[in-house]
């Protein structure tokens, strides 16, 4: 099972939040800075941390749009390998 502030740490880092307890877990991250170049950027660091190999079409908005719908699209890469 993914931690919630494991996620939070590393979209904090990329977007220059200084404190995870800002970020609640149902926040929109587009209102914390998150544009295409940073969703790339994420898509790698989600992929060395967890070792899964995230399709590209997967990390849409609708999949990426918090700190919730992300989890459970890394755990759906995490429960196929």
């Known amino acids: 099972m993914i931690n919630d502030n494991e996620i ?3 979209i904090a880092k990329l977007l220059n939040i200084e404190s995870i307890d800002s970020i609640k877990t149902s926040d929109s991250l587009i209102n914390y800075g998150l544009d295409s170049l940073t969703l790339i950027k994420l898509v790698v660091l989600f992929e ?3 070792e899964i190999e995230v ?3 997967d990390f849409i908005e609708e999949n ?10 890394i755990e759906k890469y995490i429960d196929i390998n």
């Open 55 to 57: 399709d590209i079409n």
């Open 64 to 73: 990426v749009s918090s700190i919730e719908k992300i989890k459970l699209l």
């Open 48 to 50: 060395e941390k967890y």
């Open 8 to 10: 939070k740490e590393i």
